[in-house]
């Protein structure tokens, strides 16, 4: 069964650093697209950052400088380490694949179950 | 910077036929954008439902159905049942390993 679980939020202060952790079963991280998302209390959902299965990354302007999406081979998992947090980065942030099996084919197929990280003071 | 548009909300009596619509600030929707629908309950992660227009996902009743119409991507739900009242989300592909989510839509069943 392909399964993904966040890890690693939290309440932490402006100016902080958080790192995101999301582990994988059933399907290997490395040879996916796999990405964040997340969405703020109330609010949509935002696509963050990407990770190709050749290691390129992007990101979301929003976060562009301060966060960093990465993944761990030998652990199967994904991680966004997230630099000089802002308010406005209080969020609920889910993991998800992105599957690309054709030119006509990619979407987000499986998402975690989400975790939480407040940004205050 | 492209903007998904989504209808901010909309009701459906139960049994009955509704459409969402997924656009774009500029531009008209189509199959390079790969077009994909998500629905979402409060504290639920989001569940894909449509995917490469028209596609549906595993396990996804075929009530929800999606099209193009005219310039925008669409999922019509026929004959909605209590259970469809969520958050309904597109998102579109802009290139360069860059999505796009609409701002949702609120579906109400009542």
């Known amino acids: 069964e392909v399964q993904l679980v966040e890890t690693g939020g939290g309440l932490i202060q402006p100016g902080g650093s958080l790192r995101l952790s999301c582990a994988a079963s059933?399907?290997?991280?490395?040879?996916?697209?796999m990405i964040w998302v997340r969405q703020a209390p109330g609010r949509g959902l935002e696509w963050v950052s990407i990770?190709?299965?050749?290691?390129?990354?992007y990101n979301a302007d929003s976060v562009k400088g301060r966060f960093t999406i990465s993944r761990d081979n030998s652990k199967n998992t994904l991680y966004l380490q997230m630099n000089s947090l802002r308010a406005e980065d209080t969020a609920v942030y889910y993991c998800?694949?992105?599957?690309?099996?054709?030119?006509?084919?990619?979407?987000?197929?499986?998402w975690g179950q989400g975790t939480l990280v407040t940004v205050s003071s | 910077q492209t903007v998904v548009t989504q209808e901010p909300s909309f009701s459906v009596s139960p049994g009955g036929t509704v459409t969402l619509t997924c656009g774009l600030s500029?531009?008209?929707?189509?199959?390079?954008?790969?077009p994909s629908w998500y629905q979402q309950t409060p504290g639920q992660a989001p569940r894909t439902l449509i995917y490469s227009i028209n596609i549906r996902s595993s396990g996804v009743p075929d009530r929800f159905s999606g099209s193009i119409l005219g310039n925008k991507a669409a999922l019509t739900i026929t004959g909605a049942q209590a259970d469809d009242e969520s958050d309904y989300y597109c998102v579109l592909y802009m290139g360069s390993g860059i999505w796009v989510f609409g701002g949702g839509t609120k579906l109400t069943v009542l």
């Open positions: 990770i190709y299965s050749g290691g390129s990354t």
């Open positions: 500029s531009g008209s929707v189509s199959t390079n954008y790969y």
């Open positions: 059933g399907f290997i991280v490395s040879t996916n697209y």
């Open positions: 998800a694949r992105e599957w690309r099996v054709s030119m006509a084919t990619d979407f987000f197929d499986c």
